[in-house]
């Protein structure tokens, strides 16, 4: 079974309007981080957002919010007021503990296009 | 300051040669990472080292040695390459944190390496 799930290949938005990109993710460890990371066409991997499974508040990093469900494994992320420069992949991934520790699994990807 | 690094940035050599690529991170992480971005943007981690100890080696093929002379430094040499190696392949950091918490990774510019 796949770890992380993206079920949104690619999305659209329309500037300035808010974006949610879906996130399910499956483990059965207590202990676990989940991230989101934007790659842009230029290829860089940038880290957007980080939530621990012990956090009881969603993260929030200026526009990028991580809405948190525990109990249906979703960590979805919400970009508030899209502007151009969002255009971009944007992974989500998991980090467990035990005896996985140090080993991220990243979804496969949502492309996401923000239209002027 | 760049806080990882990798070089050279592009990579391009012919099937049968081999090749190293270098990392180096300034955040004082314990811990590095190899990853491999095929042409499908999956990604997937390769090897992990924690304080110059391999802790991660996924089937990669054991023409990939990665090489940790010091915690700041992770080098991938990959011998007798071939087409399939064709991939951009990404250094990342990160500091372990105790009980199993895993904290953010930091992700190089990423290495874009063509077989021909």
């Known amino acids: 079974a796949q770890k992380i799930t993206q079920t949104q290949p690619g999305m659209f938005v329309q500037e300035k309007e808010a974006v949610t990109l879906d996130c399910t993710y499956d483990?059965?460890?207590?202990?676990?981080?989940l991230f989101w990371y934007k790659q842009p066409s230029s290829g860089e991997m940038i880290f957007l957002i980080y939530?621990?499974?012990?956090?009881?508040q969603n993260a929030t990093e200026g526009r990028y919010s991580l809405n948190f469900q525990k109990a249906r494994k979703s960590a979805n992320l919400v970009i508030s007021a899209s502007q151009l420069g969002d255009s971009a992949m944007y992974f989500c991934?998991?980090?467990?503990?035990?005896?996985?520790?140090?080993?991220?699994?990243f979804g496969d990807g949502t492309t996401l296009t923000v239209k002027p | 300051d760049t806080a990882v690094s990798q070089t050279p940035k592009y990579l391009v050599t012919q099937m049968g040669n081999d090749k190293s690529i270098k990392c180096e991170q300034n955040?004082?992480?314990?811990?590095m990472y190899w990853y491999k971005q095929d042409s499908k943007k999956f990604l997937k981690i390769m090897f992990s080292?924690?304080?110059?100890?391999?802790?991660i080696n996924e089937t990669v093929p054991n023409r990939f040695s990665p090489k940790s002379p010091d915690k700041a430094h992770l080098n991938l040499h990959i011998n007798s390459l071939e087409l399939g190696d064709s991939a951009v392949y990404f250094c990342?950091?990160?500091?372990?944190?105790?009980?199993?918490?895993?904290?953010?990774?930091?992700f190089g510019p990423g290495t874009r390496l063509t077989v021909l």
């Open positions: 955040l004082g992480h314990d811990t």
């Open positions: 483990t059965s460890d207590q202990s676990y981080g």
């Open positions: 080292y924690n304080n110059k100890e391999l802790i």
């Open positions: 991934a998991m980090r467990e503990g035990g005896t996985n520790a140090g080993k991220s699994t």
């Open positions: 990342a950091s990160s500091q372990e944190l105790a009980g199993g918490v895993t904290d953010t990774q930091y």
């Open positions: 939530q621990g499974s012990y956090d009881e």
